[in-house]
């Protein structure tokens, strides 16, 4: 009996949570038609069908109902305002995929009063948008005001964020001790040189290398589907069908696995059926730079050449597997 | 077994046999309980570990030597098939932990247990209980010339800053048994962690110049050179440059009695200059053995000819939890967005949040804590339903105001700690150490100023052992216990003031945070609102992601915790 309430009250709360987001793509749809923004900007009479959505009110009183319909409108605009900006937001986030925001910082003692510039780096893979990349940066250096320095990030760790930041987004230069002679003067000429910042550097220089890695991973996804590796316990049971049937196809020289082996997902791991093990690294666009195969008599050329067959980038090979399957 | 030992650099080989009555590794096996002790001796019957971990088994050839065998309590098995199902079975009833670890030392694996089960057996320990070790984590950083102790100034700017570290473990183990003292002989192994994407190296040392029988039977007449302490983990987080390695338990005496039995070596050693206890001593050995060992990995990841070499950096996170380990150390997005800043890589609690990343979903959204406002009373309704329905009917405006503060302290922790540090997540530190290094505000300052650095300046230790047992004191450093402390505390005091002037009296105050989920507790504090959440400094939110570390200017220093 109780269970059954309760499954009950799970029931009713779930579509509670579907309804509302029901309601929220609807308001936004209909906010958003161009006939109804039409409506909202030519001055709108009452009784127009954006009344249903008014709040209660008291009926017959004249004023408080003018009132209350020129609140209606003010929300009516807002949350127009609001669509429009959250649509033009949008549009940038899919077309520049690189964007800047505000945020504030809730540690009461944070620098600069909290401020916070946030960078999001849209990453897509297989035609999706996966979770943006955020790099959060502050303003710590209170001797220099436009110096910018690495707050917090989303970022993995396979990404060389740090050292990025070195590179172009250097603190500014502390006041050495005062020293004389043509080396001092050298090494603060350097230091200036180097704590000029570029944060637009800095940006188009961490979206490469998140594009890349991406990139990396997904040319890895796609070998695996090209060679027929399929997703994981799947890959077993075929492994052992070909085993015992399947032979008529090439049962020896097949791949069984092709998985990154490090955290830049440049070095990929190969396997073949027979046990042959297989080493490719590739650079950071996907040229191949080297590839081992390593049999039961050390090194075995052949199959390497018969992986790559004059492949110069890692896609050619997808292509190539993808051919001869 | 080879007849003449002769020693060698060579690392222990797996398949050596252990005599079972040796008290480490019946240390090793008593530890499990009953079913973690079937398991266990289930994989080593499994076909790829049995190359490792053969039985003893029944001949048929020497049928006469079965009169011997009569009275023998564990008649050993005829097949491999018939044990497993001995071991099935044992699965299946209920008995004693006693009955199957008899059956283990004294019947299947009468002629010794192999170092690899003994590996197995260690890890499936681990695995049973994760905190039974503590781990440090390090970072993989390029090897640079010393330029700065202090780590603030960044590193000279070159490609290898660019270089991530990149392991492949075969090629470690062999140079890291390359880096070892060659009168040290260890057993590795390898295993992948069940449920974390973790590769666990268990290193066991022996105290021994060879690598066959004789290094056991040594061992049987010293039992420290088969101690516990002796057994080093190191932990590589998947895609991460980052590894943890396992601090000895030192403090532990209780479940090392090898430590016990033998004060000779760590006195002999150490000279008994500690004076503190024998399992120190011991403990000061092994942990030589373990610098020795954190000493070589860096040098192991290190590959001379591609000119890349590595060191080891204390990324100060020392705790007993290897999944905040994960977490905060491991191969996903959440390394240096701690707490709060979670906002920005959680996907896993609600889906407003989610439909929210992506640009092409144009549905506006809600402000990431409107949400959690509407579902509040309903969560509060599960536990209470009767008691909430009549509340806002005869709420009065104290009750009101209660209410709303309590809700506005809850909001205020969801903004300080988002969908981190709760309770059940199964990633808490258990003991945090921070060292404030501001001014003590001076007296006549304005209000606002004292009070924001009152805080800091009080002693606090919260113990958020659960719900209850709670326990939160508060002693102000006041004005009459100045002289006294401003005497203990003067090399500080003046050290600090040639850095910085005249700035004001420095008091040392370090906060110790000790609890089973420290920031969890600080979180409850926050809710209940004993903790101003608002005025509460950033480093008590765990967003630095470090356990040791020093406050200055309300921030802790240094760029550890950020990694940048």
Known sequence: MASNLDEEIEDLRARVTTLKKQLRVHASTLITAPSTRQLLSSAPQPDKPTTTLTLPTHSNQTRSQTEAQAHQKNLLADALAQQQAHAQQCLYRTCATLTTFRARDPDPRAVDGGAILGLRIEVVSRARFLRPYYVLLNRPFPSSRHHLRVHRHTLPPCIPMAGLAVRYLAPPPTPTPSGSGGEQRRVEEKKKQRSRQDLAKFARALRREVVRYHHRLGVVADLRNAAGIGRAGYGDQEEEEGEKGDSEGRPSNRLVDISPADAEAKHLSIEWADGRTGRLVMGDDGEIVKLVVLGENGRDYEAARGLLGGAVRIEDVVKRLAALR | ?564
Do not use: C
């Open chain 2, 1 to 564: 077994m080879a007849r003449i030992s002769v020693p060698t650099t060579a690392r222990l080989p797996s398949s050596l046999r252990v005599d079972p009555t040796n008290p480490a590794a019946t240390k090793i096996l008593s530890r499990l309980s009953r079913s973690s002790l079937i398991s266990v001796a289930l994989d080593w019957l499994d076909e790829i570990n049995l190359p490792q971990a053969s039985p003893y088994l029944r001949q048929d050839e020497d049928e006469d030597e079965d009169e011997d065998e009569v009275d023998d309590f564990y008649p050993p098995a005829r097949s491999l098939e018939e044990l497993r199902d001995i071991y099935t079975s044992l699965q299946a009833r209920k008995g004693s932990k006693r009955e199957v670890l008899e059956r283990i030392t004294e019947g299947d694996w009468r002629h010794g247990l192999t170092l690899y089960q003994l590996a197995m057996a260690d890890l499936q320990y681990l695995y049973d209980h994760p905190t039974s070790q503590k781990w440090s984590a390090y970072r993989i950083m390029p090897l640079k010339p010393p330029r700065d102790p202090d780590g603030e100034e960044p590193p000279e700017i070159d490609r290898q800053s660019l270089t991530i570290p990149r392991f492949h473990p075969s090629t470690f183990l062999k140079t890291l048994q390359s880096q070892v003292l060659p009168d040290v002989k260890a057993h590795y192994n390898f295993d992948a962690h069940k449920s974390l994407p973790l590769l666990i190296l268990r290193i066991f040392i022996l105290d021994s110049p060879y690598n066959t029988n004789h290094a056991m039977q040594q061992s049987t007449t010293s039992t420290t050179a088969f101690d516990s302490s002796r057994t080093v983990y190191i932990a590589f987080p998947d895609a991460s440059p980052h590894v943890f390695i396992s601090k000895p338990q030192t403090t532990t005496t209780v479940n090392n009695p090898g430590s016990n039995s033998n004060p000779r070596t760590g006195d002999g050693r150490r000279g008994g200059g500690e004076g503190v206890g024998v399992g120190v001593g011991v403990g000061g050995e092994a942990r030589s053995l373990r610098n020795l060992l954190v000493e070589g990995i860096p040098k192991a990841l290190s590959r001379p000819l591609r000119r890349q070499r590595f060191a080891l950096q204390s990324t100060s996170l020392v705790t007993r939890n290897l999944a905040e380990l994960v977490h905060r150390r491991g191969g996903g997005r959440a390394n240096s967005a701690g707490a709060g800043w979670s906002v920005y890589y959680r996907t896993d609690d609600d889906d407003s949040r989610k439909t929210r990343e992506t640009p092409l979903d144009l549905v506006l959204p809600s402000p990431p804590l409107s949400e959690q406002e509407t579902q509040s009373p309903a969560v509060a309704g599960t536990g209470g339903g009767k008691r909430s329905a009549p509340l806002p009917v005869v709420a009065s405006a104290e009750e009101r105001r209660e209410e709303r503060a309590a809700k506005r302290a809850r909001l205020v922790a969801r903004a300080r700690f988002a969908g981190t540090a709760v309770m059940g997540d199964g990633k808490g530190v258990e003991r945090v150490d921070v060292v404030i290094e501001d001014p003590f505000p001076e007296v006549g300052e304005q209000h606002q100023d004292e009070d924001g650095l009152d805080k800091e300046n009080t002693v606090e230790r919260v113990e958020a052992t659960g719900r209850k047992g709670r326990r939160r004191k508060k002693s102000r450093v006041d004005e009459a216990s100045r002289g006294a402390a401003e005497d203990e505390d003067g090399d500080v005091r003046s050290e600090e003031r040639g850095e910085e002037g005249a700035q004001g009296w420095r008091p040392y105050v370090r906060l110790t945070f000790h609890g089973s989920h420290v920031f969890a507790g600080i979180r409850q504090l926050v809710e209940s609102g004993i903790i101003d959440g608002e005025r509460m400094p950033g480093w008590m939110t765990g967003e630095e992601g470090v356990t040791i570390g020093a406050v200055r200017n309300g921030r802790i220093r240094g760029h550890k915790g950020s990694g940048v």
